[in-house]
Each structure stands twice: as structure tokens, then as C-alpha cells.
């Protein structure tokens, strides 16, 4: 039962532009959504996270939207670079547990 | 702080064979958690060591197996290993707010 839902599974984008991955989820038990970030031969990196008591949150040029009455939620990349150029997965788990269940991930390509 | 160590990095057995996998957490986490990467199933949860005791497990064959230390270092074993467990097993160890580190992986390969 696949309980994390990611698209698209493909992304290319030109530099500079906003790149947008969403996610949805089955589980309302779960209240931690983070993402990851993955270049070819290494494991993910924690890039931001979320809990279901805000609606967004920023870091830099990353931004996640959560939307808790769609059980959905989105990474948003501002002026996107070449270097972010990567696989990104979302993921969500309940506090209580270490299990993370991830999305099947999304291809970002950001071109010049 | 170092991140999470994972040796070997690369590793090839022969089916029937079994492996054992290791991993040393980021320092001061307790929690450590296993994972396998495969281009069809994607990242899944094997199982989930705190304080020597396994707090949680995937829904995998009892041939995966894992263990923790007192010094929350970590191990996984694969025994009679079939062609299917080719796939990138990767280590990640949580700090009090659960968030997951992960190490660069173990790439395990099955001829």
C-alpha cells in the first residue's frame, strides 16, 4: 500500500525558475514531513522539514506548503540552480516511530 | 560532528551467501535506522534500533536481521542472500527531535 503519493516523477526546469514537487498522503496519523535530496551515489540529505501545526515554512530558497484538510503538501525551490540538479524525496512519518515512508521520488533537472 | 559512517561501501556476495553491513551514528544519536534503495521498490523501512532493543520493523523476510551496540552502533545482516537483495542498504540515525541523517549507503550487489 503505497501511502505517499509524489509527482511529477520527472521535472526539468531553466535556471532561475520555481521548481514544485507535490506530495499526498493517506496516513492522518502522520505528523512529520520531511524532504530529501539525493545526488547520484550518496544518501539522502535532510533538506527541510515540516509539522502539521504550520502551514509553510521557509528556508532559504526552499519552501514547504502543507495542507492538512487535503492531506497534501509541497516543496517549493525559488530561483532553481544548476547545482540542484538532483532526485528529491518526500517523506512522512508519526512522531511516536522512526519509520519513515517515502514518496517514489522526482527527478529535478534544472537547465540554462 | 562527523555524519553517519557506513562500511563497507561496496560489496559483492554470491546467492546463499549472507552479509553483514555496519554502520556508526552521528554522535550522540541513539537512534539508528535501516533502509533498502532499489529502482522498483524505492526506500523502505527495514527496521529501527534505540538503546539495543529494535523499536520497530518493515515488513521484510526474517533473513534481514540487525543489532545495536551500547556505543549505538549498528549492524544488519542479510543471510542466504537472493539475487532481489541487490540494492543500496543505507544507515540513518536520528537526533532528539527525529529527524534522520542517513550515511552515503552500502551498495550491495548479488551474482
Known amino acids: 500500500q503505497q501511502q505517499v503519493k509524489q509527482s511529477p516523477q520527472s521535472l526539468i526546469v531553466q535556471k532561475g525558475g520555481i521548481s514544485i514537487i507535490n506530495c499526498a498522503y493517506e496516513n492522518t496519523a502522520f505528523d512529520y514531513f520531511p524532504w530529501y535530496q539525493q545526488f547520484p551515489g550518496k544518501g539522502p540529505a535532510l533538506l527541510i522539514a515540516i509539522r502539521p501545526d504550520v502551514s509553510e515554512k521557509k528556508e532559504g530558497r526552499f519552501t514547504i506548503s502543507f495542507n492538512k484538510s487535503a492531506k497534501q503538501f509541497s516543496l517549493h525551490i525559488m530561483d532553481s540552480q544548476p547545482g540542484d540538479s538532483a532526485t528529491y524525496f518526500c517523506a512522512a512519518s508519526q512522531r511516536v516511530n522512526e519509520k519513515l515512508t517515502f514518496g517514489t521520488g522526482t527527478r529535478l533537472t534544472i537547465i540554462p | ?111
Open chain 2, 1 to 111: 560532528k562527523a555524519g553517519v559512517t557506513q562500511t563497507p561501501r561496496y560489496l559483492i556476495k554470491t546467492r546463499g551467501q549472507q552479509v553483514t553491513l555496519s554502520c556508526s551514528p552521528i554522535s550522540g544519536h541513539r537512534s539508528v535506522s535501516w533502509y533498502q534503495q532499489t529502482p522498483g521498490q524505492g526506500l523502505q523501512f527495514l527496521f529501527e534500533y534505540f538503546s539495543e532493543t529494535q523499536r520497530n520493523k518493515g515488513n521484510f523476510p526474517g533473513r534481514f536481521s540487525g543489532r545495536q551496540f551500547s556505543n549505538s552502533r549498528s549492524e544488519m545482516n542479510v543471510s542466504t542472500l537472493e539475487l532481489g537483495d541487490s540494492a543500496l542498504y543505507l544507515c540513518a540515525s536520528s537526533n532528539v527531535e527525529k529527524e534522520q541523517y542517513f550515511g552515503p549507503g552500502t551498495r550491495l550487489t548479488v551474482t
